[in-house]
């Protein structure tokens, strides 16, 4: 009789409980492979780290990352097509990447559109939710955004004016409609490539002239085989990380929650540094002899600025819908007329 009662009481016990949450759940954590061009050794990889240890502990062990960082899983539009089919889960990506799954993402990298980083974190925060959901119905749950910051030419000739582009051999990243469109619009001819193959492409000579921010400059080594910097940045290159909504799915509610609120801290930190790195990284690209051109005179400036302009015209209605153009440009006037004045 007191087996019974003792086996009574274990079982209304656990029915008054009800299952405990996390890894008690299923016969052993889910698996989720995470790919990055970023280098192992970089803030980036050792804030990814810094999350997944937490999301791991705190989770009880249902979520186990893996990361393969330096690109060893291919371009992104290998990692995109890998999460599609279940051979990774997870990625950190450029607004390349992020434009392979959702094309109107790559609004927030238009030329000459933000000055400030400020303006493109309070554009980002006003169109999130239409992107969250846009990424959702293409299979993909956003973590939180990353950032590259803000992109400069550097190459082996000096770049002051629009001219000075003609006859360079510029790299574009290899099926990049926002790149194709503003070199479009400079009648430019530039050499697609997968970003694994720009340094040897600098160094046999294929390509002269590069774009991207000084911090991936020297993660990258580019900046070993260029001489010059541009002061003028030609856009502010955004990130983020995803993960399969599929896989998202799979995991209780408090460990979704969990993911997503150590995501968003993290992630929100990496922009901090990565932004305090790319200034730094500036004067160490100096140091190693890379000159830093000075602003384009006026009138040169206001060249580069229509080209940029004019690309945003060409691209609304084909990569993002034209009301998302105009939503932007609303949310940065608002900002700009309530602005305290340039920080950046």
């Not at 983020?240 to 930190?269: G, N, P």
């Amino acid at each position: 009789m007191t087996r019974i009662l003792q086996f009574l009481s274990v079982a209304l016990l656990a029915l008054f409980l009800g299952p405990a949450p996390g890894l008690a759940e299923r016969d052993e954590p889910v698996q989720v492979k995470f790919a990055t061009l970023a280098p192992e050794g970089t803030t980036w990889m050792k804030v990814m780290r810094e999350l997944a240890k937490e999301v791991e502990e705190e989770s009880g062990g249902e979520l186990h990352f893996r990361f393969f960082p330096g690109g060893v899983m291919g371009d992104e539009k290998d990692v995109v097509r890998k999460i599609r089919i279940g051979q990774l889960q997870s990625a950190g990506f450029s607004g390349v990447g992020l434009g392979e799954i959702l094309p109107e993402v790559r609004i927030l990298e238009l030329p000459f559109l933000f000055l400030r980083y400020e303006e493109a974190d309070f554009v980002r925060d006003r169109i999130e939710p239409r992107l969250r959901r846009g990424l959702e119905k293409k299979g993909f749950v956003l973590l939180g955004w990353a950032e590259v910051g803000f992109v400069n030419f550097f190459s082996k000739h000096p770049i002051q004016r629009r001219e000075d582009l003609a006859g360079r051999k510029i790299f574009m990243w290899a099926v990049d409609p926002l790149a194709k469109a503003y070199f479009d619009a400079l009648d430019l001819a530039p050499i697609p490539l997968g970003v694994p193959e720009v340094l040897t492409s600098l160094q046999t000579g294929l390509v002269d002239t590069v774009y991207t921010s000084s911090l991936a400059a020297i993660a990258l080594q580019w900046f070993t085989r260029v001489n010059y910097m541009t002061s003028l940045p030609v856009s502010n290159a955004t990130g983020a990380v995803l993960i399969s909504k599929k896989v998202f799915d799979e995991l209780s509610e408090e460990t979704q929650m969990l993911l997503m609120s150590r995501a968003r801290h993290h992630l929100d930190r990496l922009i901090r540094l990565t932004r305090e790195e790319n200034d730094r990284a500036v004067s160490v690209i100096q140091k190693e002899g890379i000159e830093l051109l000075p602003l384009p005179p006026p009138e040169e400036l206001e060249a580069f600025l229509d080209v940029g302009r004019s690309t945003w015209d060409r691209l609304a209605g084909d990569l993002f819908p034209r009301d998302l153009l105009e939503e932007v440009l609303g949310a940065l006037a608002e900002y700009r007329a309530n602005s305290p004045g340039p920080s950046r």
